[in-house]
């Protein structure tokens, strides 16, 4: 067990410089956007078209391709990156300029020729990386490239994260039955340690050859001296992946005043948590994710928050971010780990928040997680497709019944579908 005494120093550690990246990963994209005006002002162009020669708008011809339009990268280990290369392809007869290239989030690109001319005919190679995070998802990015020739070329950029130690079940509640053992299992078959995790709540769980599988018995007498934490680390040497984390649902009949979360190697002590404790946020998160105080929230998240703190509704932050379509709070918040699974008291999730933003990168992010589209909230039964209908959003409309929701399922309080 010497390798569980250092856990501690090892977990925070990790927990800071997660925080620190998702902050960094940012403060990175806002640079690379600018305002985002730009980005905003027209439409980028699909790659399959072609070069039209009639009419005498420069702006209306394309002179560069990308090959191919849909870079697939496949699986991608949680936690990681992968790359892949795109060719941009000059099939005009004229030189055109690469000014600049944007991406969303997760998404970078490198080698990319800003200020150089494509010649006709020639083409440059760009490589093009996809970062997956501790979640289990389909990953669908874009990539735009902007000319001085041309109007912008995007494509897409698609992998499936892959998590290839599980912890089962994932969600563990003191007291239930089916809480008293946790599996960690190879996905892939592939042996591998338990190193070390944090808190140590689970016993015997080192060994002497390494196995696909463990069974662990968990003791919550060692949860509740170890404050209570939310999260519950194993640090595996498995090759594809050095972590799988498990979350401690509390009940109501079990909190308390000790936090919950002091020894969370993930979070600090929270201002607030899910569920709606009604402890005052210092400062108030909430308030300054509503109002989309970008930059001081990134330096608070970086200062070790607790990604899951709640406003007085029982929504999180990811799904206030969500509402109001503050784009750049959501992607740190989901590269520092927040839930957008979660949703408030009354069932309302982080993508029904989306769907009310009338932003469609907002709606897309949440979709990207592959949350379920149909769920339902608790209040009336409506859909996230609902919530986009009684906003008169048709763009984020069309979205969701691109991604498939469902239209005829009618709501328990008003009787519309």
Same mark, same amino acid.
């Given at each position: 067990?010497?390798?569980?005494?250092?856990? #501690? *120093?090892?977990?925070?550690?990790?927990?800071?410089?997660?925080?620190?990246?998702?902050?960094?990963?940012?403060? *990175?994209?806002?640079?690379?956007?600018?305002?985002?005006?730009?980005?905003?002002?027209?439409?980028?162009?699909? +790659?399959?078209?072609?070069?039209?020669?009639?009419?005498?708008?420069?702006?209306?011809?394309?002179?560069?391709?990308? %090959?191919?339009?849909?870079?697939?990268?496949?699986?991608?280990?949680?936690?990681?990156?992968?790359?892949?290369?795109?060719? $941009?392809?000059?099939?005009?007869?004229?030189?055109?300029?690469?000014? +600049?290239?944007?991406?969303?989030?997760?998404?970078?690109?490198?080698?990319?020729? +800003?200020?150089?001319?494509?010649?006709?005919?020639?083409?440059? %190679?760009?490589?093009?990386? $996809?970062? =997956?995070?501790?979640?289990?998802?389909?990953?669908?990015?874009?990539?735009?490239?902007?000319?001085?020739?041309?109007?912008?070329?995007?494509?897409?950029? !698609?992998?499936?994260?892959?998590?290839?130690?599980?912890? %089962?079940?994932?969600?563990?509640?003191?007291?239930?039955?089916?809480?008293?053992?946790?599996?960690?299992?190879? =996905?892939?078959?592939?042996?591998?340690?338990?190193?070390?995790?944090?808190?140590?709540?689970?016993?015997?769980?080192?060994?002497?050859?390494?196995?696909?599988?463990? %069974?662990?018995?968990?003791?919550?007498?060692?949860?509740?001296? @170890?404050?209570?934490?939310?999260?519950? $680390?194993?640090?595996?040497? @498995?090759?594809? +992946?050095?972590?799988?984390?498990?979350?401690?649902?509390?009940?109501?009949?079990?909190?308390?005043?000790?936090?919950?979360?002091?020894?969370?190697?993930?979070?600090?002590?929270?201002?607030?948590?899910?569920?709606?404790?009604?402890?005052? =946020?210092?400062?108030?998160?909430?308030?300054?994710?509503?109002?989309?105080?970008?930059?001081?929230?990134?330096?608070?998240?970086? #200062?070790?928050?607790?990604?899951?703190?709640?406003?007085?509704?029982?929504?999180?932050?990811?799904?206030?971010?969500?509402?109001?379509?503050?784009?750049?709070?959501?992607?740190?918040?989901?590269?520092?780990?927040?839930?957008? @699974?979660?949703?408030?008291?009354?069932?309302?999730?982080?993508?029904?928040?989306?769907?009310?933003?009338?932003?469609?990168?907002?709606?897309?992010?949440? $979709?990207?997680?592959?949350?379920?589209?149909?769920?339902?909230? !608790?209040?009336?039964?409506?859909? =996230?497709? #609902?919530?986009?209908?009684?906003?008169?959003?048709?763009?984020?409309?069309?979205?969701?019944?691109? @991604?498939?929701? !469902?239209?005829?399922?009618?709501?328990?309080?008003?009787?519309?579908?």
């Amino acid at each position: 067990m010497a390798v569980a005494d250092t856990a #501690s *120093e090892q977990n925070e550690l990790s927990r800071e410089e997660r925080l620190r990246q998702a902050a960094e990963r940012a403060r *990175e994209r806002q640079q690379e956007s600018g305002d985002g005006d730009e980005r905003r002002a027209g439409g980028a162009r699909s +790659t399959d078209e072609r070069p039209s020669r009639t009419g005498n708008d420069q702006s209306d011809q394309v002179f560069i391709v990308a %090959e191919p339009s849909l870079l697939d990268l496949g699986e991608i280990p949680t936690n990681s990156s992968k790359s892949g290369t795109v060719t $941009l392809r000059n099939v005009s007869d004229r030189p055109v300029t690469v000014s +600049t290239s944007r991406t969303s989030c997760g998404c970078t690109v490198a080698n990319v020729p +800003t200020g150089e001319a494509i010649q006709p005919g020639e083409s440059v %190679e760009v490589e093009v990386s $996809l970062r =997956a995070s501790a979640r289990t998802e389909v990953l669908n990015k874009t990539v735009t490239f902007m000319f001085e020739e041309q109007d912008p070329l995007q494509m897409t950029v !698609r992998g499936q994260a892959i998590a290839f130690v599980t912890i %089962e079940p994932s969600v563990l509640t003191p007291g239930d039955s089916q809480s008293k053992t946790v599996k960690i299992r190879s =996905a892939d078959g592939e042996p591998f340690r338990i190193t070390s995790m944090h808190p140590p709540i689970a016993r015997d769980f080192a060994s002497d050859e390494p196995q696909s599988e463990y %069974e662990l018995e968990i003791s919550w007498d060692q949860w509740e001296e @170890h404050n209570r934490s939310r999260r519950v $680390l194993f640090y595996v040497d @498995h090759p594809k +992946t050095s972590m799988v984390t498990g979350t401690v649902r509390i009940p109501a009949d079990r909190s308390d005043s000790r936090g919950d979360t002091a020894d969370d190697p993930l979070s600090r002590e929270r201002p607030s948590s899910r569920g709606g404790d009604s402890r005052r =946020a210092a400062p108030n998160l909430p308030t300054m994710v509503q109002q989309g105080r970008t930059e001081a929230f990134l330096a608070e998240l970086e #200062s070790g928050i607790d990604v899951e703190t709640t406003d007085q509704a029982g929504m999180t932050l990811l799904g206030i971010a969500a509402r109001h379509g503050h784009v750049e709070i959501m992607r740190a918040l989901l590269d520092a780990g927040a839930d957008p @699974h979660a949703s408030d008291r009354v069932g309302r999730t982080v993508l029904m928040s989306a769907a009310q933003s009338k932003n469609r990168e907002a709606l897309q992010m949440i $979709l990207d997680t592959g949350v379920d589209i149909d769920a339902r909230d !608790r209040a009336m039964g409506n859909t =996230a497709l #609902s919530w986009a209908a009684g906003f008169s959003d048709p763009d984020s409309i069309r979205l969701l019944l691109d @991604h498939g929701a !469902r239209i005829d399922i009618v709501g328990d309080t008003t009787g519309f579908t």
